[in-house]
């Protein structure tokens, strides 16, 4: 299985900005729709936002007007832009197709401070 990598995260205060991005094989891009997850500590993995090969992004409530995803199939990438951040969305952001057909990478970290 195709094993995307994550990366961007770190540490932001409340009310900043990041930008994380996904790389992954052309296979994984050749999906119709891939999807930003997040799982924070002692919870569950929840799908964050996903968007279709041909830029339609539709996101979770908790993160809607906030967070902007997009996608470079011809550079085999995804990016989720993220802003006006909240310590609730302190967690680890892992990326996959959606729905899930693909191995899961490492994610990265990223921590809201208050």
């Known amino acids: 299985q195709v094993q995307p990598v994550e990366s961007g995260g770190g540490l932001v205060q409340a009310g900043g900005s990041l930008r994380l991005s996904c790389a992954a094989s052309g296979s994984f891009f050749s999906s119709s729709w891939v999807a930003w997850y997040r799982q924070a500590p002692g919870k569950e993995r929840e799908l964050v936002a996903r968007i279709s090969s041909g830029g339609y992004g539709v996101y979770v409530p908790s993160v809607t007007g906030r967070f902007t995803i997009s996608r470079d199939n011809a550079k085999n990438t995804m990016f989720l832009q993220m802003n006006g951040l909240k310590p609730e969305d302190t967690a680890v952001y892992l990326c996959?197709?959606?729905?899930?057909?693909?191995?899961w990478g490492q994610g990265t970290q990223v921590t809201v401070s208050s």
């Open positions: 996959n197709t959606f729905p899930v057909n693909s191995g």
